[in-house]
């Protein structure tokens, strides 16, 4: 049973333009929300989070935003540059079991 | 600061032999875990330390797995014997406590391919 999905697996943006990652989840019970980053052939790298008691979260060029009624969050990456391509990981946990992750969407972002 | 180390980087060996990989955390993290990565996938849990102690272990196959993490620091996961389906990335990390919220800092991960 797939609790975290990310459905798209790639997306392409051009360069300067607004990125937006789509995650959808099953579990009420999720409290906490992350995105991890991933470039080939190295570890996911932590990008930005959010809990449960929000909406909304904002760090630099990333916004992540959570609509707890549709169990949807949403990653927003603007404006949207190179080294931005990689893929992004949506991730869920309750506050007291392992984080879930979705399977992934693979952004490019072309100059 | 030195960030999670794991080696090898890759590993291809043949189906029904052994292997093990080893996962140096990040000094003074307390929690380290050990994820499975299958092509196409996101990373699952096999195991989670907190120190030297087994904290979830539920979803680790336990019939051919196995992971110790002598001494609460350096960890290491053995696959005896291998499967065809045991091809994936195997990454490591650690995070300071294990409390909600807790950032998991990762390894480059090994990559697995049994033939």
């Known amino acids: 049973d797939q609790q975290v999905k990310q459905n798209s697996p790639s997306l392409s943006v051009q360069e300067g333009r607004i990125s937006i990652l789509n995650c959808d989840y099953t579990n009420s019970m999720f409290d906490y929300f992350l995105w991890y980053k991933k470039y080939p052939a190295e570890g996911p790298t932590f990008l930005i989070s959010?809990?449960?008691?929000?909406d909304k979260n904002e760090d630099g060029r990333f916004t992540v935003f959570l609509n707890k009624s549709a169990k949807h969050l949403s990653l927003h990456i603007v404006p949207s540059q190179p080294g931005d391509s990689a893929v992004y990981f949506c991730?869920?946990?309750?506050?007291?079991?392992?984080?879930?992750f979705g399977p992934g969407t693979s952004l490019s972002v072309i100059p | 600061e030195a960030g999670v180390a794991q080696s090898p980087r890759y590993k291809i060996i043949e189906k029904r032999q052994s292997v093990a990989f080893w996962c140096n955390p990040i000094s003074g993290h307390a929690t380290l875990y050990w994820y499975q990565q299958i092509l196409g996938q996101g990373p699952k849990l096999l195991i989670q330390f907190q120190n030297n102690g087994v904290v979830d272990d539920s979803q680790l196959p336990k019939d051919r797995f196995s992971a110790e993490r002598l001494k609460g620091v350096d960890s290491t996961l053995k696959i005896q014997p291998a499967k065809l389906e045991d091809s994936a990335v195997y990454l490591c990390?650690?995070?300071?406590?294990?409390?909600?919220?807790?950032?998991?800092?990762f390894g480059p991960g090994t990559r697995l391919l049994v033939l």
């Open positions: 959010i809990s449960s008691i929000k």
């Open positions: 991730a869920a946990k309750t506050s007291y079991d392992k984080v879930i």
């Open positions: 990390a650690s995070s300071l406590g294990a409390s909600g919220g807790e950032t998991q800092y």
